[in-house]
């Protein structure tokens, strides 16, 4: 009598044990792999780059195999990479870099191109156009021929981003900005100092002295910035004694970290948002 | 009595051990199960238990016949990790898993019987504790691996190991046990 309650015991613990994992399992899972929403903003200068990320089931086969936007034949794409795993999804991440020559056109004459989706080939041997959030490409030189020089740059595993520059012949500071300063909001922070002083625009700064900006990134688990990757260019505009107006750029990448349980919060959404 | 329990033996211990050379067993497990049938077919005391054995041995040659041929895709093992995230992948595992606790279970059941007939206690109550090892191994399997759906590989393989260490033990205990109840039924009936 006692064997046979012990085996049903067994029994049930098994078809518990197998019920809840797939339960479990079809109740994690994405209805599909997809990009995440990134806000980007790059200069198509040769060399810059930026990251993709993409996220799917941890079975999923159909990964990008790569990846074009139409109209920017600069715009290559590394062979996707695995950037992190976790219980039922993986996600993965593609570099994009702007190769090939200068665009000598001046900084500010060529409007910035705003592009919402992707062209992506995928393993399976489809092809689709998929959503990657907003990215922001700035045209035209603008590293040559300005007036600041940026003597280094530095970032920590708690956010924290610095840069320091030069001044190496008179400046105007004009203003400081970014396309996605204001949908931040508090998520983000930053100071930046001509000399000593927190700049002011407009404001004169003197050959020989420092400009310095430090920020940081501060997005709560529980915000829809938190799985959003970012990466800025934020140009901090000046104009030179002659009165040609430049800009200097400040390159700033926040790469998604997320915890198991900011993963399950996602997937949870994405399946409320397709059902 | 002897030969067939040699045969089983025998059969045994080709399923349980694999000599892999450049990804060719050496040992195939189809002969392995071919030679339990045979084992199964000449035993002198019918046992209903031995039926379940034979049951489960034919299914467990048909897949493997079919893992063979190419026919099916060559069965992962719990071990692999990266291979059973999906749910395919896992049902054969576990569903091999249960017939092959069918075809122990019929092996020692039926040997415990006979063994019981005979007066040879000691050597029912071996089968016996043969058989509740290898269940519990067993159960302990089942339990765990649909936990690797879910990503818990790390927690899922150790308690695999020791739980496919324990039935590897089993195994060799009911190979040393079948063999010596052959020369016992001999000597019993003499």
């Given at each position: 009598?006692?064997?046979?309650?012990?085996?049903?015991?067994?029994?049930?613990?098994?078809?518990?044990?197998?019920?809840?994992?797939?339960?479990?399992?079809?109740?994690?899972?994405?209805?599909?792999?997809?990009?995440?929403?990134?806000?980007?903003?790059?200069?198509?200068?040769?060399?810059?780059?930026?990251?993709?990320?993409?996220?799917?089931?941890?079975?999923?086969?159909?990964?990008?195999?790569?990846?074009?936007?139409?109209?920017?034949?600069?715009?290559?794409?590394?062979?996707?990479?695995?950037?992190?795993?976790?219980?039922?999804?993986?996600?993965?991440?593609?570099?994009?870099?702007?190769?090939?020559?200068?665009?000598?056109?001046?900084?500010?004459?060529?409007?910035?191109?705003?592009?919402?989706?992707?062209?992506?080939?995928?393993?399976?041997?489809?092809?689709?156009?998929?959503?990657?959030?907003?990215?922001?490409?700035?045209?035209?030189?603008?590293?040559?021929?300005?007036?600041i020089?940026?003597?280094?740059?530095?970032?920590?595993?708690?956010?924290?981003?610095?840069?320091?520059f030069?001044v190496?012949?008179?400046v105007t500071l004009?203003?400081f900005?970014?396309?996605?300063?204001?949908?931040?909001?508090?998520?983000?922070?930053?100071?930046l100092h001509a000399g000593k002083e927190a700049a002011v625009f407009?404001q004169a700064v003197e050959?020989?002295e420092s400009i310095s900006f430090?920020?940081?990134?501060?997005?709560?688990?529980?915000?829809?910035?938190?799985?959003?990757?970012?990466?800025?260019?934020?140009?901090l505009?000046y104009?030179?004694?002659?009165?040609?107006?430049?800009?200097?750029?400040?390159?700033?990448?926040?790469?998604?970290?997320?915890?198991?349980?900011?993963?399950?919060?996602?997937?949870?959404?994405?399946?409320?948002?397709?059902? | 009595?002897?030969?067939?329990?040699?045969?089983?033996?025998?059969?045994?211990?080709?399923?349980?051990?694999?000599?892999?050379?450049?990804?060719?067993?050496?040992?195939?497990?189809?002969?392995?199960?071919?030679?339990?049938?045979?084992?199964?077919?000449?035993?002198?005391?019918?046992?209903?238990?031995?039926?379940?054995?034979?049951?489960?041995?034919?299914?467990?040659?048909?897949?493997?016949?079919?893992?063979?041929?190419?026919?099916?895709?060559?069965?992962?093992?719990?071990?692999?990790?990266?291979?059973?995230?999906?749910?395919?992948?896992?049902?054969?595992?576990?569903?091999?898993?249960?017939?092959?606790?069918?075809?122990?279970?019929?092996?020692?059941?039926?040997?415990?019987?006979?063994?019981?007939?005979?007066?040879?206690?000691?050597?029912?109550?071996?089968?016996?504790?043969?058989?509740?090892?290898?269940?519990?191994?067993?159960?302990?399997?089942?339990?765990?691996?649909?936990?690797?759906?879910?990503?818990?590989?790390?927690?899922?393989?150790?308690?695999?190991?020791?739980?496919?260490?324990?039935?590897?033990?089993?195994?060799?205990?009911?190979?040393?046990?079948?063999?010596?109840?052959?020369?016992?039924?001999?000597?019993?009936?003499?």
């Amino acid at each position: 009598m006692r064997k046979t309650y012990i085996g049903w015991i067994v029994v049930v613990l098994i078809v518990a044990s197998w019920g809840y994992n797939l339960y479990s399992h079809q109740t994690n899972r994405l209805p599909e792999g997809r990009f995440l929403s990134h806000r980007i903003e790059a200069t198509d200068s040769p060399g810059d780059s930026f990251w993709l990320y993409y996220i799917a089931n941890n079975d999923d086969k159909r990964l990008p195999i790569s990846v074009s936007i139409e109209g920017m034949s600069a715009l290559q794409f590394d062979p996707v990479s695995e950037y992190m795993t976790f219980r039922n999804q993986r996600m993965y991440r593609l570099l994009g870099h702007f190769n090939g020559d200068p665009d000598n056109t001046p900084f500010g004459k060529a409007k910035p191109l705003t592009i919402h989706s992707v062209d992506v080939y995928y393993s399976d041997g489809t092809r689709g156009k998929a959503d990657i959030g907003e990215m922001i490409v700035y045209r035209g030189d603008w590293a040559s021929g300005g007036s600041i020089s940026q003597t280094n740059s530095s970032s920590s595993s708690n956010g924290t981003q610095t840069a320091a520059f030069q001044v190496d012949k008179p400046v105007t500071l004009n203003g400081f900005s970014s396309a996605f300063l204001n949908e931040l909001g508090s998520a983000f922070t930053y100071e930046l100092h001509a000399g000593k002083e927190a700049a002011v625009f407009p404001q004169a700064v003197e050959a020989g002295e420092s400009i310095s900006f430090i920020s940081n990134f501060h997005v709560p688990a529980d915000s829809q910035l938190y799985l959003q990757p970012v990466s800025m260019r934020l140009r901090l505009e000046y104009s030179d004694e002659d009165g040609t107006e430049r800009v200097q750029m400040i390159p700033l990448e926040r790469q998604p970290y997320p915890s198991e349980a900011a993963i399950r919060a996602y997937v949870k959404a994405q399946r409320e948002a397709t059902e | 009595m002897r030969t067939a329990c040699s045969q089983i033996a025998w059969g045994l211990g080709l399923m349980l051990f694999d000599f892999r050379f450049n990804s060719f067993d050496l040992l195939p497990d189809v002969l392995g199960f071919i030679l339990i049938l045979i084992g199964l077919a000449n035993q002198p005391v019918r046992q209903r238990a031995f039926g379940i054995a034979k049951i489960a041995a034919v299914i467990l040659l048909v897949g493997a016949i079919a893992e063979l041929a190419g026919v099916m895709p060559v069965a992962v093992t719990i071990m692999q990790v990266n291979q059973y995230y999906s749910l395919p992948a896992l049902l054969p595992i576990g569903l091999s898993l249960l017939v092959l606790l069918a075809l122990l279970y019929g092996i020692c059941e039926g040997f415990e019987r006979t063994a019981a007939s005979l007066g040879l206690f000691d050597s029912a109550r071996s089968f016996r504790a043969v058989w509740n090892t290898s269940l519990a191994m067993g159960a302990v399997m089942l339990f765990v691996l649909p936990f690797s759906l879910n990503g818990w590989h790390g927690s899922v393989t150790v308690v695999a190991v020791l739980a496919g260490l324990g039935q590897f033990v089993a195994g060799i205990w009911l190979i040393v046990r079948v063999s010596r109840f052959g020369r016992e039924y001999v000597a019993a009936n003499s």
